[in-house]
């Protein structure tokens, strides 16, 4: 390891620090010689965890679960961010955390991405439950842009409100992203299909089920399969709208402030249906097994 980041984690273990500290708008992070509690407040709105090392972690906007974006020139050389690191962290833990990871990168420059972003931060916190991990990859498919970003500036990191110029390029449809296309793609609709069908409480229509699984056994060849696949179509998109009705009033705001990338859907229940569409004539038998789970 460095000895600069050896040095400052003796320092940040040698401190008697409080367990969380607030933080003005403006605070700045650089490596030598900073305090650390278990994690910062900047005024009530991000929160910055702390890692098992001892180094500041992403900061993360409080009141949705997503990472602050990088706020600087792409560059002739674009980096690819994944605002969810570290990968081996991410790709070897649950479903959930797999599709937040792939549901957002940012482009931004390689040397404020490389030599600054990845030398003061340490890595991103997990979601802290299933439900945040369902919220977070929602607005990350529609390239939500929280209100605050990081800037750098000689060596250090500054917390501070996005200007109108900035988040107008935040919110062009090249910045923030979700993966490159890759068969691990597939997890984000496999993880937003599962927790629509496991979270399926009121409002699923009673004979829409009976049917459903009284046609049992059907395959494409059957005469009964376009109505099974009709009949999984509408519990589908009822499961869906059930299940993002906590994500609407956030989505909905963020929509009306234009904090979603340009040309994103309307609707919450837009962003998952458009991710899950394919994979329901493929998942009839989960959907069968969560039915009769709950008869």
Known sequence: MPGEKQKYIEDIRQQDAPPATRVSPGTRFSLPG???GSEFIFDGAVEIPCSPMGYPMSPVEVS????????????????????????????????????????????????????MFHQIFDGTAFPTSESREWEITILSLAGYVPDLGVKFKQGEARVRELSIKERKRLRRSDIILQDKPSKELGKIGEFLLQYAYEHMRDGIEPLWVEEFLAISGATHKDELWPRKLKLAEKLANRAIDVAVDPVRPVFAQAHRQRKLRNGSPDSAWQVVKNKVAKRIPKEIGLLEERLAAQL
Not at 72 to 100: C, I, M, W
Not at 103 to 114: A, L, P
Request: hydrophobic content about 25%; cysteine-free.
């Open 34 to 36: 900073k305090q650390l």
């Open 64 to 115: 949705t679960g997503v990472p602050l974006p990088i706020v600087g020139p792409r560059g002739k050389t674009p980096n690819r961010h994944h605002t969810f690191f570290y990968e081996y962290d991410y790709t070897s833990s649950s479903l959930g955390r797999q599709a937040v990871r792939l549901s957002r990168i940012q482009r931004v420059g390689r040397y404020v991405h490389e030599a």
